[in-house]
């Protein structure tokens, strides 16, 4: 048995690139860069007009101008225009160039305009006032985007200005996600007394979907030789494998053994915590596989804090997603092993973000799900926890910040 | 011109339903349930094996018996069986149905089994121990989640044990993006000198797809009478329009006459508040307008400021998902005008979340937006801000807690 700890790093090191691939922007949501994006122009890319009114050449009013004759109308749209005479001014609108010769915009409320003339009734007016001038958010050449970059919504408004109808990201590592156990029946069938349906697939599908992973679902059966020749017939067909159940010390627990006959590499077998112990963790060239124990909340457990963290570095993410939390209220485990507790979430009222544990019945109690939002992640050495530490916390949905 | 408060207070008050669909439980994610999933079993629906081992009547155990024969083995998957003899043992995997005339498990762990007998070698063995019994979780009729729920990834586990291949949500109102301005072109263009591309109804858009809002891209002339022909046309299509630009002084600026002729009642006009002063709200009995300024910071604020709490009162999650953060960085800011402002995010050691201000250059400027994630809203009747001090943050992506 082996620390959660070195289970970690050796999950990690087992993380390789799958490549790039082109979604259009409106599919970049989620996607992680493989391109930088660079600034083509100037941002503005020319001296852009910020407020609707008149551009005039400071020189005049500092001079003492005050009255200016309005000699042209320009709208934003319109191609770059010039003010011909100094001491006359160009009615400009939000979003124009400026013209050449003006450097200053007066808005409408520091006007009146009657007769083609506009008075300046502003007395504070500051040379250059009113212009967002080319090249001062950014210059031409500045990385606005780099690669590795977890796009986000807002960033498409900068995809966009630079013309990224498409945009390069790094591919995902596509997986299979394979339960076990004769007692399970698929969703749309009636359950006989002694079975139930298989529920942990489709949160495990959903989990990886986060990061834009594609999955295909499959059963296999209860027997080691059907279980081979399923094994063996989707090698080659998708980069990783999440197997759930079949990895403990019981009769039909014969998955690693499969496993190894496929010629999968054990690269560890049990980790110290709780639940989730029986984990099974191996690799070929080819494939990576996670064989998770199945019950709800061990399979949840393992997903969350191995599986996406394997994703995530695939992805060039930083693959400690965890967020620091305080604990609410205390809470108590004595067994010398690593205690994953699915826990309430909030942000209290003085900024702080507290963890309230609500541990189930047992790893096979996943009625809590609903309204638990991630573990909180205790230490081994420790039995005693108490409100206000601060403890790692790991959430279904994955946080931004 | 109003206050946030009351603006909010407005658009709040023209929240409708939009009625319900069915999605696949692959597509529920993010979905908000409009229907109550109660068990239709009881959780577990049977005496569930918790560990591997054997299955014995525990008044046995207590009359001093240690070695016990196995009568037969039961896997998982098999009918619910019978422990005929209760001084013998049943063989028993984990999620097996526990066997008639037996109410204990042990484990392999505290065994040795030789011959088909298994001698007890723990005398720490606890009457129903590992055993995962009927109902315990919750019983049937009882509502595993509410109509109201907003569904994560974690709870496809409940939909899929009570078999909801298909989910009844509910709708969230579709959107029309309509972009102004003539200096505009497609993504798809190289804009001229004064030009530059349409950027800001992508990110828009990627906002509302977050609460699975659909929407199309229309841009409008600027001209009030091709404007006006283009939003009747328009009429009837969606549930509500996003508008950018149009709206401020400018002698371009029809928008708010243009949707008063086609007959859309004005709430409001003008927000004391910065960016996004210039903002316009208005609703006949179909439609519902939300005609924000055109700077691109000031557009993104519009939408995750009132938007986003529209849409997400319409499909009745709480309107305010903002968070408390503690501010990182004094911020000074002297007109009497709410002021959101862009703001990086980070939880800090001590659990605490710390927003720090990163104002760009004005409202035309959206470079900071990759860095940033979400607006700390400041209140308009201070002009210093210090470090500690606990304000809301509106994120841009949609965090759970």
Chains 1, 2 share one sequence.
């Not at 212009?131 to 900068?158: C, E, F, R, S, Y």
């Not at 019981?250 to 690693?256: A, M, R, V």
Request: charged share 20%; with cysteine; net charge negative.
């Amino acid at each position: 048995m082996i620390s959660v700890f070195e289970a970690t790093e050796l999950v990690l090191g087992s993380v390789r690139p799958y490549g790039e691939e082109y979604v259009a922007i409106e599919d970049a949501v989620g996607r992680v860069l493989a391109e930088a994006i660079v600034a083509t122009r100037d941002m503005p890319p020319f001296d852009r007009v910020a407020m609707d009114g008149i551009a005039i050449d400071y020189a005049a009013y500092a001079a003492g101008q005050r009255q200016f004759e309005i000699e042209k109308r320009i709208a934003a749209g319109d191609p770059i225009g010039t003010l011909s005479d100094t001491h006359k001014a160009v009615e400009i609108m939000t979003g124009a160039a400026l013209p050449k010769g003006a450097d200053t915009v007066i808005p409408y409320e520091a006007l009146t305009i009657e007769d083609n003339v506009a008075h300046i009734v502003s007395d504070r007016v500051v040379q250059g006032q009113n212009v967002h001038a080319q090249g001062v958010d950014l210059q031409k050449g500045a990385t606005l985007l780099a690669p590795g970059h977890w796009i986000q919504p807002a960033d498409l408004a900068l995809l966009a200005t630079e013309g990224k109808a498409k945009v390069r990201v790094r591919r995902a590592p596509s997986f299979a996600i394979l339960s076990t156990g004769d007692e399970l029946v698929p969703i749309d069938q009636e359950p006989l007394p002694h079975q139930i349906r298989r529920s942990n697939v489709y949160a495990v599908q959903a989990l990886l979907r986060q990061y834009h992973v594609q999955s295909i679902m499959l059963h296999l059966a209860d027997d080691p030789e059907a279980m081979h020749d399923q094994l063996r017939a989707l090698m080659g067909k998708v980069d990783a494998w999440i197997c759930i159940g079949g990895v403990s010390k019981g009769k039909k627990d014969f998955l690693p053994q499969v496993l190894e006959a496929l010629g999968v590499r054990k690269l560890f077998h049990r980790v110290a915590q709780r639940p989730g112990k029986p984990f099974w963790f191996g690799a070929t060239d080819e494939i990576v596989v996670f064989a998770l124990p199945g019950n709800p909340v061990s399979s949840i457990v393992g997903t969350v804090r191995y599986v996406l963290p394997w994703v995530r570095s695939c992805l060039g993410l930083p693959w400690d997603y965890s967020i620091s939390v305080q604990l609410a209220e205390p809470f108590r485990f004595d067994p010398p092993l690593v205690r994953f507790v699915e826990s309430e979430l909030y942000h209290d009222s003085s900024g702080v973000c507290r963890a309230a544990p609500r541990p189930g019945h047992g790893s096979g109690d996943f009625t809590r799900l609903a309204y638990t939002k991630g573990f909180v992640e205790l230490p081994a050495d420790r039995t005693h926890f108490q409100p206000g530490e601060v403890y790692p916390f790991w959430p279904f949905h994955t946080f931004v910040a």
